[in-house]
């Protein structure tokens, strides 16, 4: 909300300056966003008159002027088509300064000098932009600094952001109310005196009918005969413009100034397009469709409020008037209509209407019931004055249930309670009064246009924002409970963020609105959709980490960062039948792409494969203790290809894949480089977790050493070779692992591979004697060769 | 020189061996001779080949030379058995005197040249070394962290709640209902009519509230949405902290103070709190803070516009109807809630003054913190 510091002052008397004000008020509750002087400062300006306007000899949109300063004369270079002879013009002389901060310089155009510059309105950012030079009255005397003059009319703009709590502060009155109760000065209602015409009571020139009484619970009308409509005077449409309203005719612009001014919506019918001369208020029909003013076709949403006359609608109630009934160039006769509409009707037609009004913002955050008179009665009285018509006697009011103003159970002593402070009663109360909110019987008795005054929760803070919130005490200490209940989700889930880290990999946040497109590859599910996604590209729920971090690599390998070791934290989403809300675990995810070290001179540049990526995460699963997870070879993944992918399995249960990204995928990211990447399900993982550690001791004996390698068919797995000799090995068998594996060597043929497999035996309680491991060591060997077919290699 | 033999010395064996002419025959006499001057020799050929050593190649030649199975030292051993018996105890004990003097200096060579690495190649030591990736935590969660440190410290615990909510947790609960104005504040991403993108982690709340009861001291880090096209100061994703605090007695003066506290150990200790009254749907009474100007320190500054202050977010006393909702009596408790944005303060503390650029995962970006 614009308001204008001198038109404030209408309404109450301030001694402090427009700063000094916004700085009260934000410490109140209304933020002053910005303070903007109407005049911003410049120097070396001064009435000029323009003595000759000839052509310039080497441009035709260019003059070439005298202009006379009250000192000198001046030749100046003029672009403006408006200047002519006789004129007085704002005439910056060399060295002056604009409010930009432009310096005026001699300069040369087209071989011809100019000494100095006609300024128009735009250049001394009174306006956003001029057509031409500003002509000034003829009054004013040559030579004149034209700062000083225009700084006479200095006035400042009050940016402020009114809560929507607080309807009834857009307004002048509003905010004046405020200053009040900051200040402890009267407010000053404007007079509105209205010389009645008596030959004709209204009764006869309009009746109103309210059918929606919940939607209208008070509708009031006066009659304004033989108006004149034209331009409304120069000092009600700088008003108006000043707080950012364009005026466009004396009724509109009378309307709009009481809008503003008492934060009361009015509006203005051609009364001979009211026909039978009756007001109908009722809900709109089924399908019903109504031009607006500005000459849109409206589908009305049910249960919109409809004000008619006698055959057809006229307006959309509290939000928008018709085409068919609106004030025109040969209107004569106005039916003004100040009415009281429920807001959360005017907020629901408007919500559905798609349709934000100067009048329906005020409407649906709720305008004063008991209001409707005096704005009524403003605008009737000044239309009389200013556009020359007759008011009709009497309002047409209709108002079957008078709304009463809020009686709120109240305890002074509460305020300290909530606010920990050590207020007196009587500064409470005290306080409360320059609200006008009285104390009787342990109530408030809260005006009608305190919308915002509910409960005494409200009254307690309208006690602390006028002590201000800055005196209110701030405690140091407090007692704090030992014993708190709270989730270890955070907890978890920062240990395995610190795991990732230890690894050297680094996070990414990335977002979790992504293009359909991108997400139908990552499930099979149908994933959670947006209703009003805010563009194309951000559609969708992610259903995987995945897609997100393609996009990361994607961008970063496009502004050439090469080795690229990503992961990510954040939650996931997917369609949950059982549940009112979809299911959103937590999951993780890891990519890779690039060279296999950080390259620096003395490291061969190696490519990564599935080895790198399966490393981090055998990697991550021991630094997480987590040694139970199982490995299956898996090749239905929707994006990570058949032949190098793995799915993670804990306890039966599936909780994630490891492999290289589809080139498929890969391809709708624009990636031309390969991408390993591995993708758990948190939800699934975290409960498997042991993280409390029980010390084992630390084998005291030593341990034998014995190799030995085989012969096999390629198909067999290193995991099914591994896997038998651990159930065969007995319990001296501590560990097994492959430490060489390779094809095509002599003695091989094309199927065959050789395994080589170092075991380790070890006992707790003594130091093993080799005929004892030989044993063991040979059976292992017979059952293992005759187990897979195998030859032993010598 | 321990085992040197002087060669006056020598001489004097010599004369003395004229007395033992009659023991030996000349030509035994010469052989004797010669055999204590090869010893002279040898250490003589030594001690020059020993000064040039320079590498540690030139010192393995200088071990095999004298060392060595085939080296001078092995070969006079063998020598020995030519001599006269009388003669072979003196000569090997002074030959051995020359092995053990050989060798420690070889090995005090050697451990000289290991210790400082004195090959003939020099290394260019200002190469850069072989380097592991390292990992790096993104600056959102950093500044994440350190906001829950310092609520931990004050007695908070840290709870979670779904992105994806429900009309009710969202709006409803909060006192904020279908009609409210207030549903305009925050432009909403829907999922359904009545399923929502979090417009702000204050469902966390309710969810709290619901699962027990008070005292409740909380913190709720997490990802909210709002539905604002993305420019400098806006995202669509972004990350708020809820804090609530429920209890008896609980004031809007712990509220300031626990505000304060968190400020102070944020950016330090001068950096002042104002509060300014404001409305948020869920809290009666209402309050923005701001914190004075990190940059200027509250001096006045571009950044701060010379206001000094720099608006942090919301907090309030708990409205009545919220607690209404999660069933609580507000005759008998009182409690207080804020929020601040996780994104905003990294923005402040790094100085960064696009939003957008903690989403794009820069690797030039995340490697800066």
Redesign the interface.
Known sequence: MKISFNWLKDYIAIEDGPYDLAKKL????F?VEEVIPSVQSFSGVVVGRVDSVEKHPDADKLSLCEVFDGEATNRVICGAPNVKKGQLVPFAKLGAVLPQGFKIKKAKIRDVESTGMICSKEELSLEKSSDGIWVLEESLPVGLDFYSHLAKQQDHILEIAI????PDCLSFIGIAREVSAITGKEVTLPSAPIKEDKSKPIDSHISIHIHDKEGCPRYAGRVILDVVLSPSPRWMQERLESVGIRPINNIVDITNYVLVEYGHPLHAFDLSEIKGAEIHVRKSDLNEVFITLDGKERHLPTDTVMICDKERAVAIGGIMGGLNSEVSEGTRNILLESAYFK??RI??SGRRLGLSTEASQRF??GADPNGVTAAINRAASLISSLAGGRVVSGICDVYPHPIEPARIFFRPQRVN?????DLNQTTILNTLKRLQLDYKDNHIIAPTYRV?LK????I??EV??LVN??N???????T??YE????K???ML?FL?RM??????????????IREKEAQYFTEEKA????????DD?TT?RPSLLPGMLM?VS??LN?H?P?????EI??I?KQDSNN???A?PYALCVVLTGDR??P????TKEEIDFFDIKGYLESFFRKIFLDNAQIFLYDKSLYLNAKETIAIQIDQQVVGYCGKVKDEVTGIFDLKKPVYAFHLELDDLLPKLMLSRIFEPIPRFPHVEMDFAILVDKKILASQVLKYIKNIGGNLLHNVEIFDIFEGGMNMSADQKSLALRLRFQSKERTLNDTEVNTIFKEIITKTTQEFNATLRK | MIGTINPVIFCGMIQKGKCATQAFPFFILKLIIAMHNTIAKIREEFDKDYASVDSLDALEELRIKYLGRKGLISEAFNLIAELPAQEKPQFGQNLNRLKVEVEKKYENLLSRFKSSDHSSETIDLTLPGRQPFIGRKHPLVQMADEIKDIFKNLGFGIEDGPEIESDYYNFEALNIPKSHPAREMQDTLYISDEIVLRTHTSPVQIRVMERTQPPIRIIAPGRVYRRDTPDASHSPVFHQVEGLVVGEGVTFADLKGVIEAFAHQMFGKDIKVRFRPSFFPFTEPSAEYDFNCIFCRGKGCRICKNSGWIEISGAGMVHPNVFKAVGYDSEKYTGYAFGMGIDRLAMLRYGINDIRIFFENDLRFLNQF
């Open positions: 934000t410490e109140s509750g933020e809560t929507p709590n607080r807001p959360s907020a629901q649906e955050r309670h909530l606010l920990g402070s915002d409960m005494e929760a409200d307690i803070e602390a924002r919130y800055s209110l005490p701030s405690r140091k200490e407090t704090i409970v708190l209940p709270h989730q989700t955070d907890q920062g963020r990732l880290l230890e690894l050297g990999l680094t996070e990414v946040l990335t977002n979790s609105m959670v959709s947006i209703l009003n996604p805010i563009s951000m729920m990361t961008y970063n502004r960062q080795n690229l070791r990503f992961f954040g939650r989403f009112p809300l979809p959103q070290s950080v620096t001179w003395n490291t």
